[in-house]
Every structure is written in structure tokens, then in C-alpha cells.
């Protein structure tokens, strides 16, 4: 699923859906961002998912071309 989500570029934050069966709260926010950053990160270093980080210094997630 996670894949899937990242055929569109993606914030850390965008993929929750992907991730999590319920609604991140704010008292969840942190932890459930630093769970989605380590599923990304796994990804990148397989050499399944890139990041490039935009202007605003916001990075931003896609899946590397035919992995999906």
C-alpha cells in the first residue's frame, strides 16, 4: 500500500493513510511521524522510494519507477 501511495509525491505525513487502520490525532502525531520517516527510509535504502526536498526544505516522497 505504501508504494502504491507514493506513485504521487508524498509527505511523511501523507502516507499515514497507507500505514495506520485509524484517524493520527495530535497526541499521536510525533510518534506516528517517526514510524512513517523509518518505513520510508527503509524503503529508500532498498532502493524502492527517493526523496527530494523542495524549496521550503519540505521532502517529499515518490516511489522509484516500476517498483510498484
Known sequence: ???RT???PSRSIDV???LFARQIGPELLGMATAEAL???NYLERR???RRQQDADGVEWWTAV????
Open 47 to 49: 532502493g524502492l522510494a
Open 1 to 3: 500500500r505504501l508504494l
Open 38 to 40: 523509518a518505513h520510508l
Open 65 to 68: 519507477e516500476g517498483t510498484q
Open 16 to 18: 499515514f493513510g497507507s
Open 6 to 8: 507514493l506513485r504521487q
